[in-house]
């Protein structure tokens, strides 16, 4: 009590004074995540709290990929210095790499998507703690109570999300594949409020615990004994070996900017950096290119095949395997293989190797605080309401990420993308991932912070808001909004896309022999510091809210 009147205090006297000439913004994929992370930085919290905060409310408005049973990365600049929580989930201790194969050795379908198997350990608790024990200013529990007061005393549900609840329901019963989900959503009605007494709980043992809240003790128990009546193989042991690792962000120069992105088990720094490099180095023998061109678009594509072929070959869990980081990012190899792309037609797939000599459902956001920190966030469950799974007496959704895993080398995940040994399944690994939290820097200020959903597309959502914000010079609004599109090696020559780019655009890009798949991806939120005043958006086809204040 007295600690929480010394922070109101602080919060109204001492920080207004203290940050009086700094914004603050957030770009957060819902109001109610929006709201909390904007009344922590007003009660003088910083970017790391809020984000805190915001994680752990999202587990209760967002069900579809805010979580507390899954996993993610935290990029975090604060004090001039970045740091990168890696809350990723890893393989229980009974995985193995044949898991998800039948005696013909042929992948099981679904077996890694839906139900029980599905779900590595979850990281996120663990991610918190740790975050909250390296930056953190305010108490902990002060960043909990929100999200237990929203699980306890309920929200209104959101039409979106009760629409979208109610499709997945019935698209697992066409399937007819067995789940809990319905038991704990299918009462959700748009309009409404909607309370979630077990998550309540669960969260409450974590704000009174912290990180035992939920690797040890009741909650623990809770999903062990869960785990043993449904068949599954995560148990208590796994979950108390369960720790967050702090990680060196990728740090490396482009143009006038300083990058800091994701480092491995993510593949989404690496990949964006080869793309930014590579078109770099192509666009500079070209005349400018229009944004959103025909011409433009092959190039990225191009560029998008042979960021997808090392993809495949050599990124996976760093502690598992080695990532040859530095090579795949250094200069004269970005040139070998920049001078590779072809910038009238398509390079053959089927030759398009790895290039080194040597052998949706995610939700982002994104935070300036008024100190000048950040934080650049992304975390998820895999899929839209992960395995479909809710823990029974702890009331959360637990993650489909094991499919992220290369189930059986050259076997294309959901996502379409493939893997081998740097990617296959080993007890306590942690799965590769495309979330690509990134923050760019100008003469040592933040420039940009910028995040996405979209599984593999991640990439292309990061590396275009970039390109628009820093080539294009657009606002935050045009940044997360101007059509996008993507291209990951396979399927062959296939274009993803977002409506509203030129009917003379996909005419050509058709000529050329691209195949077009008009199908909307990601949720950028993205802020943008242009000489000192803070721009933010959410993309339009999300919930999402931005604040600048
Ligand atoms: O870590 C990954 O790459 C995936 N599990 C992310 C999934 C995702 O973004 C789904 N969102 N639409």
Same mark, same amino acid.
């Given at each position: ?43 003088? #919290?910083? +970017? =790391? ?5 915001? *994680?752990?409310? !999202? &587990?209760? @408005? /967002? ?122 959503? #299918?009462? +959700? =009605? ?5 309370? *979630?007494?077990? !998550? &309540?709980? @669960? /969260? ?138 072809? @910038? ?206």
């Amino acid at each position: 009590m007295t600690l929480r009147i010394v922070y109101v205090v602080l919060a109204l006297f001492v920080c207004p004074i203290l940050s009086a000439k700094e914004q603050a913004a957030v770009a957060m994929p819902d109001k109610f995540s929006a709201d909390v992370a904007k009344s922590i930085l007003q009660q003088g #919290g910083n +970017a =790391v709290d809020a984000a805190i905060a915001a *994680q752990f409310t !999202l &587990a209760v @408005t /967002l069900p579809e990929a805010g979580n507390i049973g899954g996993g993610g990365f935290m990029l975090v600049y604060k004090d001039n210095k970045a740091d990168f929580i890696d809350y990723r989930e890893k393989a229980p201790t009974a995985a193995d790499r044949d898991m998800y194969l039948d005696k013909h050795k042929n992948v099981i379908p679904n077996k890694s998507l839906y139900g029980i198997f599905a779900s590595g350990v979850p990281g996120t608790v663990s991610g918190m703690w740790l975050a909250h024990q390296k930056h953190g200013s305010l108490p902990w529990k002060t960043l909990v109570q929100p999200a237990v007061d929203l699980a306890k005393q309920g929200f209104v549900m959101p039409e979106r999300l009760a629409g979208y609840i109610d499709r997945y329901i019935k698209r697992m019963d066409k399937k007819g594949i067995k789940l809990n989900f319905a038991s704990y959503f #299918g009462h +959700a =009605v748009g309009g409404e409020v909607f309370k *979630q007494p077990e !998550l &309540a709980a @669960t /969260l409450e043992r974590i704000r009174d615990q912290g990180y035992d809240g939920f690797y040890k003790g009741q909650t623990a128990e809770i999903i062990a004994a869960f785990m043993q009546k449904a068949g599954g193989i995560i148990n208590q042991q796994d979950l108390a070996a369960y720790q967050a690792q702090q990680r060196t962000p990728i740090q490396s120069d482009w143009r006038e900017y300083q990058v800091l992105t994701s480092p491995p088990p993510s593949s989404g720094g690496i990949a964006i950096l080869q793309w930014l490099k590579m078109y770099q180095n192509v666009s500079a023998e070209l005349p400018a290119m229009a944004h959103n061109s025909s011409q433009y678009i092959h190039i990225l594509a191009e560029i998008g095949k042979r960021v997808f072929a090392d993809r495949a070959q050599y990124l996976g869990d760093p502690d598992f395997y080695d990532v040859p980081v530095k090579q795949l990012i250094d200069k004269d190899y970005i040139a070998k293989r920049s001078g590779q792309v072809d @910038t009238d037609k398509i390079s053959v797939s089927e030759q398009v190797k790895p290039g080194l000599h040597e052998s949706e459902e995610t939700t982002h956001f994104s935070i300036v605080d008024q100190y000048g920190n950040a934080v650049s966030n992304t975390t998820t469950i895999n899929l839209g309401f992960g395995s479909g799974v809710v823990v029974e007496g702890a009331g959360f959704i637990l993650n489909n990420e094991m499919d992220d895993f290369s189930a059986k080398p050259g076997v294309a995940n959901v996502f379409g993308a493939i893997g081998g040994k740097a990617n296959e399944i080993q007890p306590h690994k942690r799965m590769l991932s495309s979330m690509t939290p990134t923050i760019l820097l100008k003469g040592g200020k933040i420039f940009m912070v910028t995040g996405s959903p979209g599984g593999t597309t991640i990439m292309s959502s990061v590396y275009q808001s970039i390109l628009n914000a820093v080539v294009y010079n657009m606002n935050a609004e045009q940044a997360v909004n101007s059509p996008r599109f993507h291209h990951q090696l396979w399927p062959k020559d296939v274009i993803r896309y977002h409506d509203g780019l030129k009917p003379q655009v996909e005419s050509e890009l058709k000529d050329m022999g691209y195949k077009l798949d008009n199908r909307h991806f990601g949720d950028l939120q993205t802020i943008i510091n242009r000489d000192g005043k803070l721009d933010a958006a959410s993309e339009r086809s999300g919930r999402g809210q931005s604040y600048v204040f």
